[in-house]
Each structure stands twice: as C-alpha cells, then as structure tokens.
C-alpha cells in the first residue's frame, strides 16, 4: 500500500456561472521514501492539490470527488479534528513564502514547542530541549540564543530552515514542499536544498515536491508528474523524463527552463495556461501546441510509456492517429 494515495481527484469553486473544476481527475501514489515533483506553470493547480492532502483548502474550494488516503486511511471527509492527527505529524509541509509562514508575535522555540507538544510526547523541559535540537539539525548558528529570537530578527532562508525544523518535529514520513525556495536568493536556495537531501538521506522521507524549476527536481526526486490547467499530462521516472519528455508541454517546459550546460537562451512556450472558468474538455494545452489536431478537441487517454507506472496524456502517443490525424494551425511548426 502507498503512503499516500491520490485517486480521482476534483477541486471545485462556486462561481455565479456554476462550480468549476479548478483540479481535476488527479491520480498519483507516493511510497514510502519516494519523492515525487509536482511540476508546471503557475496557475496550473499545484498548490491546491498540496493544500487539499493537508486538509488547509481556502473556504471557498471543495474537494467536490476523488479520494486521498494516507496509510490506507481516508482523509476525505474526515472533520479538521481528525485531519490534524496527521496534519504536522506524520505529514508535513514547508510554503513558498518562510517569513509570512511564522507567526510574528511569538518567539521561534515556542513555535516549534507548539508542534511538540501537539505531536511528541515528552515534557516542557524535554521540549524546549528538543526545539533547539532541531534548530541545530537544520544547520541553524548559535540555537540556544536563536530559539529566543523572534522571526523578524531572521533572513529568509533562515526562517525556512525554522519552518524546516517545524516540519521535522512532529517527524513526518511525508513532506509536503510547495515551492520552498522559490522566495530565496539563489546561493541560500542552493544551501536549503542540500539541507532537504541531506534530512531526506537521514530521515527516509518521503517527498511532494512543488516547483516549476525542473533543475531543482531533477536534484531531488526520483520521479516526476506534470501538471497542466488542472490535470496531470505526463507521468515518468525523472531520469526517463529529461531524457525523453514526451508531452509537448513537458518539452516546452524543459525548453523554458535555464540550464548551465545550455548556451542559447530559454524559449518560452507561446500563450499562457487558461484560467480555470476558460477550461475546455479535450487536450487543454492544444491551444499552445504546435503539433495540435482535430483529435485534441477529445480528452486523450493515458498512454502507458516503456517505465513503470508511466504514462502520458497525448494523441501523438497514438500512432494510428497521428498518421490519420488532421493537423490544426497553431503556428509554423505544425505538421
Ligand atoms: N482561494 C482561491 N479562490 C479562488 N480561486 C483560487 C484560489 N486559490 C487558487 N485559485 C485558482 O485555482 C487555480 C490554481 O491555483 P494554484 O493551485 O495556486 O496554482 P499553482 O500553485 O499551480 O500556481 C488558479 O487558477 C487560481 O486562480
Ligand atoms: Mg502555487
């Protein structure tokens, strides 16, 4: 059984013009030990689908279908009681923005005391101890004069490492990151990374990792999903996935993304992810894709690719037809 188990699911808004799915159909498991990145362009769902396993959906979004079991057992429809059992216990998550994730009035050791107290099962005496403990385990200076500090008196990357530590003290088996570095400078963003390999190493975390910069990813995890308006398109091991990115969105995103080795600058992929009141059924990417057809107006099935448990979401995965297809014109590329 997977650590966790996402099946089917579907986030929804009221609107005045009915509920619209933002999320939709989503499926992916996550082992023990196993990290898996969450990847694609801002406004595509990511984080909603974070939010909906912690059970921290904004008011207005509803899980509207779907199921999400941790260890076999079901989250959706649980109370928010019985969501916090896990929630910054067994499963944790670090946000994109470190500062504004710390409460500004209370002093960091307290902070942390707070999920100790929720989630261990030692004394005060043992907590305050264990606090500054963790302070030191996310490579923190000096943590017995930090632990007093309050989080105005921290940089951003320090306050990342604290929330860090936050996450770790209710010893998680899943981490949940959504973009966690995202809001660091590049060399403090380089150190938080090493730190995460390095407590994953130690610890046998298992991940979910958020990001659009697939250099991070191909960093940390062993296995990669793509997310486009709402819905997975492309599942594969990372390496098989750098290797051969077979949706043309996937390719567009490598082709978006700055690399060192690569001379030439970054290509950006034409137009921008739809809004979620603009989604469509078929293939939402065909609007931006240079190799569109009339079958894209129908919604593509998964294919399943050579590795395991990888598929992709699109016709040109379908040989007989792509040969019979008719090609739409978006743009000069088509064929
Ligand atoms: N609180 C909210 N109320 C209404 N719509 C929201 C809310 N949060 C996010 N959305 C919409 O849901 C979509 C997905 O958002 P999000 O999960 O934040 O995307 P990502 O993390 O991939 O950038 C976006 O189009 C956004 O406009
Ligand atoms: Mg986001």
């Not at 963790?134 to 604290?162: F, I, K, N, T, W």
Request: proline share 7%; hydrophobic share 40%.
């Amino acid at each position: 059984m997977p650590l966790l188990q996402v099946r089917d699911l579907c986030l929804t808004l009221p609107t005045r013009n009915g509920p619209i799915a933002v999320v939709e159909g989503l499926s992916f498991d996550i082992d023990e030990q196993d990290s898996l990145a969450l990847v694609g362009e801002s406004g595509c769902g990511k984080s909603l689908t974070a939010l909906a396993i912690m059970g921290l959906l904004p008011p207005a979004i509803s899980i509207s279908a779907g199921s999400i079991q941790f260890r076999g057992r079901e989250l959706v429809g649980c109370s928010d009681r019985q969501w916090r059992r896990f929630r910054g216990g067994a499963m944790a998550m670090v946000f994109q923005e470190p500062i504004a994730s710390l409460n500004p009035v209370l002093r960091i050791a307290t902070q942390i005391e707070e999920v100790l107290a929720l989630h261990g099962d030692g004394d005060r005496r043992w907590r305050k101890r264990q606090a500054v403990s963790l302070l030191e385990q996310v490579g923190l200076p000096d943590p017995a004069a930090l632990a007093r500090a309050y989080p105005h008196e921290l940089s951003g990357g320090m306050c990342q490492r604290v929330l860090l530590a936050m996450a770790l003290a209710g010893e998680p088996d899943l981490l949940i990151a959504d973009e966690p570095t995202t809001a660091l400078d590049v060399t403090v963003q380089a150190q938080i990374l090493d730190l995460l390999i390095e407590i994953r190493r130690q610890r046998g975390l298992a991940f979910l990792w958020i990001s659009h910069d697939l250099g991070v990813v191909s960093r940390l995890c062993d296995r990669v999903a793509v997310m486009y308006a709402g819905k997975l398109v492309e599942q594969q091991p990372v390496q098989t996935l750098f290797g051969n990115p077979r949706h043309p969105y996937t390719r567009g995103l490598m082709a978006a993304s700055p690399s060192l080795e690569q001379q030439a600058l970054p290509t950006g992929i034409p137009g921008r992810v739809p809004a979620p009141e603009d989604f469509t059924a078929g293939c939402r990417f065909r609007d931006r894709c240079s190799q569109a057809m009339e079958l894209c107006f129908e919604d593509p099935p998964a294919f399943p690719l050579e590795s395991e448990d990888a598929w992709v979401r699109c016709f040109l995965m379908d040989t007989s037809a792509t040969s019979a297809g008719e090609a739409l014109s978006n743009g000069e590329e088509a064929k």
